[in-house]
């Protein structure tokens, strides 16, 4: 049980073009979901926070803007990169929390590879 | 403020040797401690946790004891296979925030035949 799936798992892009990231818990609610950035050989970074029904809560220096998080259902959560430039190539990772399954653990997407070319 | 230091890689070990990968952490109250593997092209699995001071968490044949005295959350494996290449990260969840973790730097395994 608990697990969490991301569409697409990998997409190349123009540099310029939006592209959409979709996080999704198949067999629960997620209350919370997260959105992480991996550099190559680091440690996830993150991004946003995003309750259902409400704005998501960006961390310093992440530009809501440029990185729209909508949390529209409790099991959908979505990442918009705008305007994607080649520095905004990485390994996206989403992942869920459910209050009813654990308040302690998060269960992890298997990641988005985006390149901008 | 709160932090994850764990120990750096890469770590190269022959098949059926014994695994240490230190963590420690800084945090104010009671956290809980997360080992977190991910392996090669893929998303991040959890691999064991402890949410109480003693606590021992296991999983595969990975141990990892909550020391509060020490503030620490080694992870162990008795004999590691070359299944197990892969990289460990090792996280806590503060008590005042919610469902937010908190990610060490991420340790490189890889195992020889």
């Known amino acids: 049980g608990a697990v969490v799936s991301q569409h697409p798992s990998r997409v190349i892009c123009k540099s310029g073009t939006s592209v959409k990231i979709e996080c999704r818990s198949l067999d629960f609610q997620a209350t919370t979901m997260f959105w992480y950035r991996q550099f190559p050989k680091q440690s996830l970074m993150l991004m946003a926070t995003?309750?259902?029904?409400?704005?998501?809560?960006?961390e310093q220096g992440v530009e809501k803007d440029k990185f729209l998080i909508n949390h529209a259902s409790l099991t959908l959560s979505t990442l918009t990169v705008t305007s994607a430039h080649p520095e905004d190539s990485s390994f996206y990772i989403c992942s869920a929390g459910a209050t009813l399954l654990s308040t302690d653990t998060q269960y992890f997407g298997p990641g988005t590879r985006l390149t901008v070319l | 403020g709160n932090s994850v230091t764990q120990m750096e890689g890469p770590v190269t070990l022959s098949e059926e040797a014994f695994l240490t990968i230190n963590c420690t952490y800084t945090?104010?109250?009671?956290?809980?401690l997360f080992w977190y593997v991910q392996y090669p092209g893929e998303g991040l699995q959890l691999l064991l946790k402890?949410?109480?001071?003693?606590d021992k968490g296991s999983n595969k044949g990975f141990e990892a004891t909550y020391r509060k005295e020490t503030t620490s959350f080694h992870l162990e494996k008795g004999s590691v296979q070359v299944s197990d290449s892969a990289v460990y990260f090792c996280?806590?969840?503060?008590?005042?925030?919610?469902?937010?973790?908190?990610f060490g730097e991420g340790t490189q395994l890889t195992v020889n035949p």
């Open positions: 945090a104010t109250g009671y956290p809980s």
């Open positions: 995003s309750n259902e029904g409400s704005k998501a809560t960006y």
């Open positions: 996280a806590f969840k503060a008590e005042t925030s919610g469902s937010r973790l908190t």
């Open positions: 402890a949410t109480k001071a003693d």
